[in-house]
Structures are given as structure tokens and as C-alpha cells.
């Protein structure tokens, strides 16, 4: 059977049986959207989601490196870190990661090319390892695609058996950080010196962040990045969770058990917390929002190509009828409308 013309079911079947090819196959439609992704929504929600660390921060800041160390460290499993005792991760894993799956995010290119490529090549040194499955993902045209489609591919390898999804945004934008945060945990990535540079993203970094990484500690600058998030987070409103900052070298590997550590330290207190649940609710409420505006969106564009349209902007310009006059006998006010949910 060729899997091209195979029924979603089909493909997810194959894929939790570790056709790696029916996976792809089953992004690329998520990635496309339309009718199609929305059969693969169907089944993809059906299992509970997958544990998604999201990774943003400025380009260049050393995220894919940091990404590749951290799919070597998971693999060994989930440290065994308890409240009491934070700061060590026991070296015997709970709870091994049998499979890891890695989104490369751009929503700034509409291409994969360049930077994604560039990380294609970093992340050669796992191609090979049948238990971690790379994929690049980067805007197809529409705005807002991506916003729908990366949470959508992230519960299709939950459903095809990915225990972890770790989610690599390029940048710091607003569109990054919406991408970035759909995670359970959301790692950013800055380096020293980083401060001028993003003056102006702190205060929404701050909003999104777990747990702050100061990558490239190999270079000068750390005591003063550390510094100035620490006083950051000083001023910042009281939670009961402190995003801890930690020092990475990510091309030698340095600090990521630590990272890995405190990744885990932060699910426990999600988990322990109820966090956990409450937060995954709130990141479904944004996902149906964005579904419902895409909706939208797509019936004023069929809308404004229909001959009523035409019609309606003939009679405001005759002066007989006005913009608001002719949007509310386009599009009725939803209260108008029958209600779909009751
Ligand atoms: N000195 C030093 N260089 C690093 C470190 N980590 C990464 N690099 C280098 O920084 C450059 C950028 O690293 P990437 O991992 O591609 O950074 P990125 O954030 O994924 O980049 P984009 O995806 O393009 O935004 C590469 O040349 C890395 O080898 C580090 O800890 N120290
Ligand atoms: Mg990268």
C-alpha cells in the first residue's frame, strides 16, 4: 500500500510501529493544514501529549548545539531528582527517553533553507539513531500556520509514541515566543553580552521562560549576563516557580547534565504542582482560539471573492449603503447565527 494515498489511521498505525516515513508523512499534512490536518487532529488528540521542552532565543545563540547535546543526555533517561534534594541528578535513570523527537522551528523563513539546513548538518551525529527523529518546519505561506501547526505535530508523535519533543524556535519575536511557549517547559537561550542586543524582548522573555540559559559560557561576559537576569528576575512578581539560570557550553557540552537536571526539576514541580494540567488546558483554550480565527479568517477571504462582495462595495460607493451595514449582512453577528455548541 502506498502511503501517500493512505488514510491517516493508516499512517499513524505505521508510524507507532516505527515507519519513520508514514511520520513524516503525517507532518507534512499537519504542516499543510486544510481538511486533511484536521482528519490527523482527529486521532492526534486522542493520546495525551508528549513532554515538549520549547528552546528560543536570539540567532546564533548556540540553540541547536544545545539541542543536540540535550538529545544525547535524554536519551539516558529522566534524572531522578526529588524536592528535597534539587541539586543532584542521580546518575540511576527512573525513567529512560526510548524516543526523542526534535522540531526545528523558523517561522521567519519560508523556506527550509539556511539556518535549518545548518542544523540539519549539526544534528547529523543522531541521524543515524533510530530512537531520534529530526524534522525541520518552517512557514508555508499563511500567517499563523505555523502557530496551528507545530502544537498539532507535536501531539502527532505523542500519538505515534514520542515520549519527548523537544521544540527549537529561531528568534525572539512575538510569533517565537507564541511557538516556543506552547511547551511545557521553555528554555531561553541567552549568551553574555546579550543584554543591549535584546533590551527590548526582556520583559517578554521573562514572561515565557522556565529556565534561562546562558549558552557560551566559554566566552567572556558570564558573571554579568547571570548578573542581570538574576536582578531581572529579582524585580519580576513573586511565583512559585524561579526560573534558575544556568551556564551551558554547548559546544563542549558543559552544564547540560545540570540543564537536563533542572528540566526535570521543573517537570516534578509542574507535576507535583498540578501546574502541569492547568497549563496545558490554557495552551488548548489558545489553540482552539487560533483554530476559530483561522476559520474566520478563511470565510472573509471566500466572502470578500463572492459576487456579494462586489455587489456591497458597488452600493457603499453609490452611497446607499455603508462598511458596517454591508460586514453585518455578509457575516451575521455570531449571536444571530445558530449556535454549533449547544
Ligand atoms: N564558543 C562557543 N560557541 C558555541 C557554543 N554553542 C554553540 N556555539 C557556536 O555558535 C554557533 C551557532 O550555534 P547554533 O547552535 O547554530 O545556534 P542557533 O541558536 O541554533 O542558531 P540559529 O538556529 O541560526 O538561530 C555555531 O558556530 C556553534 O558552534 C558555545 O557554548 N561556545
Ligand atoms: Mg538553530
Known amino acids: 500500500m502506498s502511503s501517500r494515498s493512505a488514510p491517516p489511521e493508516a499512517l499513524l498505525e505505521a508510524a507507532a510501529g516505527g515507519d519513520r516515513v508514514a511520520l513524516a508523512r503525517l507532518l507534512s499534512i499537519v504542516e499543510r493544514g486544510g481538511k486533511e490536518a484536521g482528519d490527523v487532529a ?62 526545528a522551528v523558523d517561522p521567519s523563513s519560508p523556506f527550509s533553507g ?43 508523535l505523542g500519538a505515534a509514541g514520542v515520549p519527548l519533543v523537544v521544540v ?18 521553555t528554555l531561553v537561550v541567552v549568551t553574555p553580552g546579550w543584554g543591549d542586543s535584546m533590551q527590548a524582548s526582556k520583559a517578554g522573555l521573562l514572561e515565557i521562560a522556565d529556565l534561562f540559559v546562558v549558552n557560551k559560557a566559554d566566552r567572556p561576559g558570564l558573571h554579568d549576563a547571570r548578573r ?40 516534578s514541580h509542574l507535576e507535583e504542582s498540578g501546574t502541569l494540567g492547568v497549563r496545558r488546558k490554557a495552551r488548548l483554550a ?33 452611497g446607499t449603503l455603508d462598511p458596517y451595514r454591508a460586514a453585518e449582512e455578509l457575516l451575521p453577528p455570531v449571536a444571530t447565527r445558530s449556535d454549533p455548541l449547544t
Open 168 to 185: 527549537e524556535t529561531v528568534g525572539v519575536g512575538q510569533m517565537e515566543v507564541e511557538v516556543a511557549s506552547a511547551a511545557d517547559t
Open 114 to 156: 539556511g539556518a535549518i539546513l545548518g542544523d540539519r548538518i549539526r544534528m547529523q551525529e543522531h541521524a543515524t539513531d533510530p530512537s531520534i527523529f529530526i524534522r525541520s518546519m518552517a512557514t508555508r505561506g499563511h500567517l499563523g500556520g505555523l502557530a496551528l501547526a507545530v502544537p498539532e505535530a507535536v501531539r502527532v
Open 228 to 267: 542581570d537576569l538574576e536582578q531581572m528576575l529579582d524585580l519580576s512578581a513573586p511565583a512559585d516557580w524561579r526560573p534558575p539560570v544556568l551556564a551551558t557550553t554547548a559546544s563542549s557540552g558543559e552544564g547540560v547534565d545540570e540543564l537536563w537536571a533542572a528540566i526535570a526539576r521543573h517537570r
Open 286 to 318: 489558545q489553540e482552539l482560539r487560533r483554530v476559530l480565527t483561522a476559520r474566520v479568517l478563511e470565510e472573509v477571504r471566500a466572502l470578500s471573492v463572492a459576487g456579494r462582495f462586489d455587489d456591497a462595495v458597488r452600493s457603499i460607493a453609490d
Open 42 to 103: 482527529r486521532l492526534a488528540y486522542a493520546t495525551p501529549p508528549p513532554y515538549t521542552v520549547g528552546i528560543t532565543g536570539a540567532p546564533g545563540s548556540g540553540k541547536s548545539t544545545l539541542t543536540n547535546q540535550l538529545v544525547r543526555v535524554a536519551r539516558g533517561g529522566w534524572p531522578r531528582s526529588t524536592p528535597a534534594d534539587p541539586g543532584t541528578a542521580d546518575p540511576v535513570t527512573a525513567d529512560p527517553v526510548d524516543q526523542v523527537a526534535v522540531l
